[in-house]
């Protein structure tokens, strides 16, 4: 099975412009998380989808914010870019979410620069 | 609310010696424990996870935890270091009802020299 793809890879914005990121779960999974990685605040959980539904969410601004479609793959949207949100996005997919016997699988992550 | 503490941000340990990557959780409810790896570039790999079945969990790479409710303590362990064991390792917590929302220790990273 593939593994998780997240596009792009890198990415270079100017501070107010909004950005997309995507990402493509596992082939079967339903479930799609996002997470933030900075070297200040450490790994933080944005929001997850499932089955096009969020059903939790982090403790972002409403700057942030995402959505899944019916094959699963899932967008996150982050509008007037702040040099604070320079991050690694990392997504994560899984079969059912709360399942806590099946591990979430993570994707490379989209390496978002804010200038 | 629950959180998970590791000790340690940096730990350095030479080829062949033990392993012992610290994490303390706090929680109001019954916790799910896991650790992942964190190689360069890339995104985090589970190596082993505790869901109140068997305290000591066997991981991936010779990895294993005991999950300790006294001390409320999920240690990180490996007998014998390898230079590819270097990387940043992460504690993480949630819980029943939680979902698939991981609350994230800071890391620690980890170095093996010869």
């Known amino acids: 099975k593939a593994g998780v793809t997240q596009t792009p890879r890198y990415l270079i914005k100017t501070r107010g412009q909004q950005v997309t990121l995507s990402c493509s779960p596992i082939?079967?999974?339903?479930?799609v998380s996002w997470y933030q990685q900075t070297p200040g605040q450490g790994l933080q959980f944005l929001f997850e989808y499932f089955s096009e539904t969020q059903r939790n969410k982090g403790n972002f601004p409403g700057r942030f914010s995402g959505r899944q479609f019916s094959n699963s793959r899932s967008e996150m949207n982050v509008s007037t870019l702040e040099l604070g949100d320079s991050a690694l996005y990392l997504c994560?997919?899984?079969?059912?979410?709360?399942?806590?016997?099946?591990?979430?699988?993570f994707g490379p992550g989209t390496r978002l620069t804010v200038t | 609310a629950q959180s998970v503490t590791q000790l340690g941000s940096h730990v350095s340990v030479s080829e062949g010696a033990l392993v012992l990557l610290r994490c303390n959780y706090s929680s109001s409810v019954p916790p799910y424990l896991f650790w992942y790896v964190q190689y360069p570039n890339q995104g985090l790999q589970l190596l082993l996870k505790y869901t109140s079945a068997a305290t000591l969990v066997k991981g991936i790479n010779g990895f294993e935890a005991e999950f300790k409710k006294s001390e409320t303590s999920f240690h990180l362990t490996k007998p014998s270091a390898h230079m590819s064991d270097a990387a940043e390792y992460f504690c993480a917590v949630t819980f029943t009802g939680g979902g698939n929302k991981l609350t994230f220790g800071t890391g620690t990273q980890l170095k093996v020299e010869l």
């Open positions: 994560a997919s899984s079969d059912v979410p709360g399942s806590l016997t099946l591990e979430q699988y």
């Open positions: 082939s079967g999974h339903r479930s």
